[in-house]
């Protein structure tokens, strides 16, 4: 695994107000996010991980302390701005797949591409490649609906590594799949970060994914307790 690192969290900490309460999410977080890396931010319910790749995500920010992307200080750049980072930087997968539902396979994973003004012939290469890769190329025209979960997911991976990211945000990947399709979903990441040396950041309490990671940060309360190097 390559020591360059892509993104870094110094000294975060994140507090939502609930009412007249403080509530503290997240304290003194200081992550490395390196160049290939396959990353899983584990912790029980409630441990702040969700908060945590939100802010990576950039869909959040931190109430203090610095988020850092190459040289970029995070923190001092517009919204719009981030909406750019967001978009041309990071992919996602979620929990619950988030496709559009009246557009086909191949629109859902085109979708990023559209809104980068990538050329036709440049998105129809690049989605092609990568529904081979995720096993979907022959249902590229069906819809999320006529879809098995494993399938939808794997449409979500597709869309989120369509763009090339430089970092590819899990938020409990496998929470709504079954057990041997949650293994095949997963040996599908490893296998995308091996050959392609795509960076995953996981969120999740999923024993399979845990076992997977090169890396592994322990939350617990919304702050750090263990990090270690696994594989």
């Given amino acids: 695994m390559s020591n360059q690192t892509i993104m870094s969290m110094k000294n975060v900490h994140k507090q939502y107000s609930l009412g007249k309460t403080k509530i503290q999410a997240l304290t003194r977080i200081q992550l490395e996010i390196f160049e290939n890396d396959f990353l899983v931010i584990a912790g029980p319910s409630g441990s702040g991980k969700t908060t945590l790749l939100n802010i990576l995500g950039l869909i959040d920010r931190p109430t203090?302390?610095?988020?850092w992307m190459g040289d970029q200080n995070l923190n001092l750049i517009s919204q719009n701005r981030?909406?750019?980072y967001r978009r041309d930087k990071l992919g996602y997968i979620f929990q619950n797949f988030n496709l559009i539902p009246v557009l086909s396979v191949y629109e859902n994973v085109e979708y990023p591409l559209v809104l980068q003004k990538i050329p036709f012939t440049q998105r129809k290469?690049?989605?092609?490649?990568?529904?081979q890769?995720?096993?979907?190329?022959?249902?590229?025209k069906h819809k999320p609906n006529e879809l098995s979960g494993g399938q939808r997911q794997r449409v979500s991976?597709?869309?989120?590594v369509v763009k090339k990211s430089e970092i590819v945000l899990a938020d409990e990947p496998t929470a709504n799949l079954d057990s041997k399709t949650g293994a095949e979903i997963v040996t599908l990441m490893e296998k995308l970060n091996q050959e392609d040396k795509i960076t995953f950041v996981f969120s999740?309490?999923?024993?399979l994914i845990i076992e997977k990671g090169k890396r592994v940060v322990n939350?617990?309360?919304?702050?750090?307790?263990?990090?270690?190097?696994?594989?």
């Fill in 64 to 67: 203090s302390g610095e988020l």
């Fill in 133 to 140: 890769k995720v096993g979907l190329y022959e249902r590229k």
């Fill in 82 to 84: 981030l909406s750019h």
């Fill in 157 to 160: 991976i597709a869309r989120a």
């Fill in 204 to 207: 999740s309490h999923d024993p």
């Fill in 219 to 231: 939350l617990l309360d919304g702050e750090i307790q263990t990090e270690g190097l696994l594989n």
């Fill in 125 to 131: 290469q690049l989605v092609d490649a990568v529904l």
